[in-house]
């Protein structure tokens, strides 16, 4: 069973369409994140939501929404897509002592989308 | 600012060959350390993680890191490479009741020589 899920893998659009990424994980975190990683392989936090508010909003323009309906699911929105939002998009989730657990665990990642605008 | 450096972008080294991957880190307490592995295509998967206690950590395939305060070094080794260990590999930092609030490094490519 897969812990971080994320659909589509792949997604290949025209400039100015309007795309979701989805992203789903059963291991019963209360934190998820979106991470983007560029064309020089650099990895960088986007968004986290806890407990479905989002905590965490990077400097990311506000054509990118993150929408989470309960705290297992945390989608990326993205309209009016442009050239350079080409990258792939990491999904993420963990368990951390701030949200009242014992213990922080590490985070999970799921396989990522590539997201290519043509 | 907190950030994560690690020098080599690109390592070569022949099957059964030993590793060290450079990671060093500047941050204001001490922090959560990982290294994480990205396979061709694949997403990002744990090989192991410093939260405290014994400075030199075991993770999964052979690998091991040995946190080092005074030198702010995180340094991931393997005694004897396997071919399969071609990948990318990340540093990362995270503070305490946030690990999934990660600052990376730039990554190493390595690659594996027959």
């Known amino acids: 069973d897969t812990a971080v899920s994320q659909t589509p893998k792949y997604l290949v659009t025209q400039m100015g369409n309007d795309k979701s990424i989805k992203c789903e994980q059963n291991?019963?975190?209360?934190?998820m994140y979106w991470y983007k990683q560029d064309s020089k392989k650099f990895l960088k936090i986007m968004f986290s939501y806890n407990n479905k508010e989002l905590i965490i909003n990077e400097t990311v323009p506000n054509r990118f929404s993150p929408k989470s309906p309960d705290k297992a699911h945390l989608n990326l929105h993205i309209n009016s897509l442009e050239l350079g939002d080409s990258a792939v998009y990491f999904c993420?989730?963990?368990?951390?002592?701030?949200?009242?657990?014992?213990?922080?665990?590490?985070?999970?990642f799921g396989q990522g989308t590539r997201l290519t605008v043509v | 600012a907190q950030s994560v450096t690690q020098p080599d972008i690109h390592i070569t080294v022949s099957e059964g060959a030993s590793l060290e991957l450079r990671c060093n880190y500047s941050y204001g307490a001490t922090p959560y350390l990982f290294w994480y592995v990205q396979s061709p295509g694949q997403g990002l998967q744990l090989l192991l993680k410093?939260?405290?206690?014994?400075?030199l950590v075991q993770g999964i395939k052979g690998f091991e890191a040995e946190f080092k305060r005074s030198q702010s070094s995180f340094n991931l080794r393997k005694p004897s490479v396997h071919w399969s260990d071609a990948a990318e590999y990340f540093c990362a930092v995270a503070r305490w009741g946030n690990t999934g609030k990660l600052i990376f490094g730039q990554g190493t490519t390595l690659q594996v020589k027959p």
């Open positions: 410093y939260f405290s206690g014994d400075t």
């Open positions: 291991l019963g975190h209360d934190t």
């Open positions: 993420a989730s963990s368990q951390d002592r701030s949200s009242g657990q014992v213990r922080d665990t590490e985070a999970f």
